[in-house]
């Protein structure tokens, strides 16, 4: 009798256990592939409701034996290998992978993908990555990260299983120029900060970084015929500390780390106003012929160089033939805005003259949106920030145009009343109001064909550290990659801040200070 009544125990027991057993498997292998929180959002994904595993034996294989791709399979390497503790090795060959591993391959019969387009599908045995061109593997190689649990961004070993849904991801971008900006003239920031905003741009697929190298208060990249700009003129910054500047081989070192992520740096020299480091370094530059004193405030629209003395383009042309040297990309950013002490008709003839310069270099010319007053040449681009009347002159004259308003796209506004950092001349721009924009109807008349794409400026006159970009850039970074990437008609924002929340782990786990916006609830947070 008491033995019937314990057998009966037991067989419930056992029934719970295997039940509780088969509830803990399912939740630990996520089947659904269209229900993950990827940023951006991609073009197509079609689940198939079962999981793929890594395992100690997980290997990336490249089918080429290229130095580029080995560099994409490496850097897959280096992000699985630590948390997950698992020998990861990489592998070029044309063997058949064992369970467990990663195929990158470049396909040129891929070529509807275009240049940063992927297609990851994931088997139960093998996760296949495809592209027409490497940029397009790098570009999936982030969203394997997304796919895999949060904690495969931290810094140390973690606990699996790590497992991903499987299915099919078909994805390209909807704008070819998706970047953010780094002011490094009000508040220097050195080259560690500015690879870790690299990283940061490359896990949301951005492919341009453009940086403020030259302001009033401080010039920051090394010029070797000039050699005053920096060692004077980037010696303070933004409430008198010490500055810096970059030696052209720091900044080429920066170039290079940002091209191995496949991002384009653009580097700006702002001109002809925006210039007081430069006046305070030469005085020759100044139409009075004396040098300025270095400033550390916060005002703008007060200095200009002397656009009617060919000293002043003699200097640009050396400047631009330098920096040329030091970039791959095909942009130089010659600034422009708020030359208020510019003369119109001087201004006009700086900008005509300045672009022919960029031109003989080699180069193509982006410039805040004021460069429309003047004659644009073939293969500018205008930076729309605030007037529109300016992006409409600009089309009227077959520019294209990068999308930049500071009321819906500047970083460096704050979020809210009570945010401790940053500015609010344009508003303030919580994380919702940064997303719910669409680049190709904010201007009447600038249409998606008109648009180079979009850009999010960081300016620095409140920013100090590393912490403080972080606290700015995120929440809302990701919200600029997703609308540069994904089409308009797939951008929602209450489908979106459910994606975002699920992104605050991820944050955590790569040691991110995020703004916790009140209009996301993010999961993981006690
Ligand atoms: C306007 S945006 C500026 C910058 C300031 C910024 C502060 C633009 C082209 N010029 O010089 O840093 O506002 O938000």
């Known amino acids: 009798m008491l033995c019937k009544k314990l057998t009966q125990i037991l067989s419930v027991l056992t029934a719970v256990l295997m039940l509780s057993i088969l509830i803990s498997c399912t939740k630990e292998a996520p089947s659904d592939l269209s229900g ?60 058949k992978p064992h369970s467990g591993c990663f195929v990158l391959t470049t396909d040129p019969s891929k070529s509807s993908l275009g240049e940063e387009g992927y297609e990851i599908t994931i088997e139960k045995r093998i996760t296949w990555l495809t592209a027409a061109k490497p940029a397009g593997l790098f570009r999936g190689i982030q969203t394997i990260r997304q796919l895999l649990p949060a904690k495969i961004e931290a810094g140390e070993l973690q606990e699996g299983p790590w497992v991903i849904p499987t299915g099919t991801i078909t994805d390209y971008p909807g704008y070819s120029y998706r970047g953010a900006m780094l002011d490094v003239s009000r508040h220097f920031f050195g080259g560690d900060d500015v690879k870790r905003f690299t990283d940061m741009l490359a896990y949301y697929k951005m492919n341009m970084l453009h940086l403020h190298l030259s302001d009033d208060q401080g010039w920051r990249i090394e010029i070797e015929t000039w050699p005053n700009l920096t060692t004077h003129g980037g010696s303070t910054q933004v409430g008198g500390g010490k500055g810096g500047f970059y030696s052209q081989e720091q900044y080429s070192d920066i170039v290079k780390y940002a091209k191995e992520r496949y991002i384009t740096v653009v580097p700006e020299i702002d001109m002809p106003g925006h210039t007081n480091a430069a006046l305070a370094s030469y005085a020759e530059l100044n139409c009075d012929g004396k040098a300025r004193e270095l400033y550390t405030g916060t005002n703008v629209g007060f200095s200009t160089l002397c656009t009617t003395s060919e000293v002043t383009y003699k200097f640009i042309d ?132 008109n648009i180079a ?23 809302r970074l990701p919200g600029y990659a997703e609308i540069g990437w994904t089409p308009a008609a797939s951008r929602n924002w209450e489908e979106y801040k459910m994606r975002l929340g699920k992104h605050g782990e991820r944050f955590k786990a790569m040691g991110i200070d995020f703004y916790p916006s009140t209009r996301v609830s993010w999961t993981g947070q006690e």
């Open 318 to 449: 050396d400047v631009i033939r330098e920096l040329a040297a030091l970039t791959p990309g095909q942009y130089i950013h010659i600034g422009g805005d708020e030359s208020h002490v510019t003369k119109e008709e001087d201004y006009i003839q700086f900008i005509n003259r300045v672009q022919d310069i960029v031109a003989k270099h080699g180069k193509q010319v982006i410039g805040w949106d004021e460069i429309a007053l003047a004659t644009l040449k073939p293969g500018a681009i205008a930076q729309c920030w605030s007037n529109v009347k300016n992006a409409n002159l600009a089309v009227a004259q077959g520019a294209k145009i990068l999308m930049s308003p500071a009321k819906k796209a500047y970083l460096d506004m704050q979020y809210d009343k009570s945010t401790r950092l940053g500015l609010h001349w344009a508003g303030y721009i919580e994380v919702d109001t940064g997303y719910i924009w669409d680049p190709a109807t904010f201007v009447p008349g600038v249409g998606k064909n």
């Open 453 to 475: 794409g979009i850009e999010a400026p960081l300016w620095s006159e409140t920013i100090t550290n590393m912490d403080e970009i972080e606290y700015m850039v995120f929440p």
């Open 36 to 95: 993950e929180s990827i940023i951006p959002m991609p073009v197509s994904v079609i689940s198939t409701g079962k999981y793929f595993k890594l395992t100690p034996g997980t290997d990336i294989y490249i089918r080429e034996d290229s130095e580029e791709l080995k560099l994409i399979g490496q850097y897959l390497v280096d992000k699985l290998k630590l948390p997950t503790g698992y020998d990861v090795d990489l592998k070029v060959t044309h063997t």
